[in-house]
């Protein structure tokens, strides 16, 4: 053990010196930023400001646009996370099966990544504008249209939104940690008269217990991180089920109001690093039961 903790502690340096570039870039770029941005979130101006602690905080709270903001993102994110993690592990289990045109499939919910957001966003517009191609097909079958963008049915239109842009990432994930699980088992589970359920409940779900982790994670960030498409598709002021709290701080932003922005930002930050520890403790926990 002595040994160990001296080569270590010779290597380390060595360690330190490879890593120095991209620590460097992390406190940067991330670090000192955001240590700016707290505390900007605690003087009353950024320009020779007072310090007002949590004063902003309450002045945020007290916003009713940014209640609305902040309630509409935690309800997007428990509604769309779990609808993209359902239908990206149902695709990849789909997808694993010898399906004629499986790769062609795999191509067509892959797509979606390579293709710029903002130029397939138009499509999205022509397909739910008040004169867009759903509401001509509406009419053709003597059906009255939707006003889409302008009702509740907004919510509706991002959530699928969302769940077209990042099902194919996902898909890839799952497809991935499928592959690891040793084919093996399954066939001593079919030997053993095993259905498909209990063969999911026993072997493919444990298998991808790392991956459904990591997919977990990745879509609550992206789940916070819609607002490019709900800007591009309905605009600095959308209706009220989606607008969220990156509208409000993009407003605050152009009004110049940097002390609630500056909060809401760090607020965002704290309710995303709660969720991730929280994920990471049940994920620990989960995996420390597997192995006892």
């Known amino acids: 053990m002595k040994s160990c903790s ?34 900007y979130s605690l003087i009353d101006n950024p320009v020779n400001g007072d ?49 004629p045109f499986r790769q062609q499939f795999r191509t067509i919910f892959v797509l979606p990544l390579v293709v710029p957001v903002a130029s397939v966003i138009l499509v999205w517009q022509t397909l739910f504008h008040w004169n867009g191609a759903i509401n001509g097909f509406l009419l053709d079958r003597g059906l009255s249209p939707v006003d889409w963008m302008n009702t509740k049915w907004a919510f509706a239109v991002m959530l699928i939104v969302f769940i077209w ?31 498909a359920v209990r063969k999911f409940l026993s072997i493919t779900w444990p298998g991808l217990a790392p991956t459904n982790f990591f997919v977990l994670v990745m879509s609550i960030v992206q789940s916070f991180k819609v607002f490019r498409e709900t800007y591009l598709v309905a605009g600095a002021y959308p209706q009220d089920s989606i607008y969220l709290l990156q509208h409000f701080m993009n407003n605050m932003f152009r009004s110049l109001e940097y002390p609630k922005l500056t909060a809401a930002a760090v607020l965002l930050s704290v309710v995303i690093g709660i969720t991730v520890f929280v994920l990471f403790r049940g994920e620990r926990k989960s995996r420390e039961a597997l192995e006892s």
């Open 6 to 39: 001296q080569k270590y502690r010779r290597d380390a340096p060595f360690a330190l010196l490879f890593l120095a570039p991209s620590l460097s870039g992390f406190l940067l770029f991330f670090v000192i930023p955001f240590g700016y941005v707290v505390y």
């Open 51 to 99: 310090f007002v602690g949590v004063g902003n905080y309450e002045a945020l709270w007290a916003s009713g646009s940014f209640r609305k903001a902040f309630l509409n993102s935690l309800m997007f994110a428990g509604i769309s996370v779990p609808l993209l993690f359902t239908v990206s592990l149902g695709l990849a289990l789909l997808l694993k099966e010898n399906l």
């Open 165 to 195: 842009k990042n099902a194919g990432y996902n898909l890839i994930l799952f497809l991935a940690g499928l592959s690891n699980i040793p084919a093996e088992q399954y066939e001593s589970a079919s030997i053993d008269g095993a259905g």
